[in-house]
C-alpha cells in the first residue's frame, strides 16, 4: 500500500496532482517498507570532501517516520543533533535493476523530508560503526506533508528554516546525482518496493537544534514540512 492515510480530496492542476492529508490524522504520508538516503549529494554539502562518483546510499529504519507537525525527539545521550532539508522521492511500482527510463518512470512523486543526523555519533568523538542511531533514532525522518506528482523536480526550490530564519537554500538542479541516477544505482542491489522512500541529500551547512525549536523544510510546488524540537 503506498499511502497509509486516507486520503481525503485531490487538488488536480497543470502538471501535478497534490495529495492532501486531510483526515486530521497524524502520521507521514507513506507507509514505506524502506528508507534510503544519500549522503554528500550537493556540492554546497562537501565541505571539501571529493565528490563521490556514485551515489553514497546508507539506510533509515521505518521506524523513524513521522508526519508534519509530530516533534522530534532529541535522544538521551544525543549531543548534536542537526537538521536536513531534502527532497524524498516515493517510488510507485516495484523496480530492479533498473534504466534510467524505468527509474523515472518508478517514482510515483516527491514530497519534503528532513534527515535528522546527531554529528558527535555519525562522526565525533562518539562514533558508532554504523549510522544506525545516528540517522535512524525514532523521529529522525520528517516526512510531509504531501506527496506531489507530475512535478518537475529536477529544478525546485529547497529552503530549510529554523525558528524562521532560512539556514539552507538551493535548487534541486545542484544535486551531484540526479533522482533518476539514485533510483537506478540503488534498485541495482535493493529491490524498491511502492511507498519505499529516498532522502536525496541535503545543501550548504546545518546545526544543530535545541528544544523548542522549529524546523520547517518548504520545496517549491510542494509545500512546508513543520516539526518542532523537543
Known amino acids: 500500500m503506498l499511502c497509509a492515510v486516507v486520503v481525503a480530496s485531490v487538488l488536480v492542476m497543470p502538471h501535478r496532482c497534490v495529495r492532501i492529508l ?27 570532501r ?29 549531543t548534536d543533533v542537526h537538521f536536513e532539508g531534502e527532497l524524498v522521492l516515493v517510488i510507485g511500482k516495484m523496480v530492479r535493476n533498473a534504466t534510467r527510463e524505468q527509474a523515472i518512470d518508478a517514482i ?33 525522518a520528517p516526512l510531509g506533508p504531501a506527496i506531489v506528482t507530475g512535478l518537475d523536480y529536477s529544478n525546485l526550490m529547497l529552503e530549510t528554516r529554523v525558528n ?47 528544544p523548542g525549536d522549529v524546523v520547517e523544510v518548504e520545496i517549491e510546488g510542494i509545500g512546508v514540512l513543520r516539526n518542532p524540537v523537543v
Open 108 to 140: 510515483y512523486g516527491v514530497t519534503c523530508g528532513n534527515d535528522v543526523s546527531d554529528r558527535n555519533w555519525q562522526r565525533g568523538e562518539k562514533k558508532d560503526l554504523q549510522w544506525w542511531r545516528a540517522k535512524g533514532c525514532d523521529t529522525f
Open 50 to 78: 571529493k565528490l563521490p562518483e556514485t551515489p553514497e546510499l546508507f539506510y533509515k529504519p521505518p521506524s523513524s517516520l513521522i508526519g508534519d507537525g509530530e516533534a522530534i525527539r532529541i535522544p538521551p545521550d544525543a
Open 164 to 210: 524562521g530564519k532560512v539556514a539552507q537554500r538551493a535548487p534541486t538542479s545542484d544535486l551531484v546525482h540526479d533522482c533518476p541516477s539514485i533510483v537506478s544505482w540503488a534498485s541495482r542491489w535493493v529491490t524498491l518496493m511502492p511507498g519505499d522512500l529516498i532522502y536525496t541529500g541535503t545543501p550548504g551547512d546545518t546545526f544543530a537544534l535545541q
Open 22 to 48: 486531510t483526515d486530521g490524522r497524524s502520521g507521514p504520508p507513506c507507509a514505506p517498507t524502506k528508507l534510503i538516503g544519500v549522503g554528500l549529494n550537493y556540492r554546497s554539502h562537501l565541505g571539501g
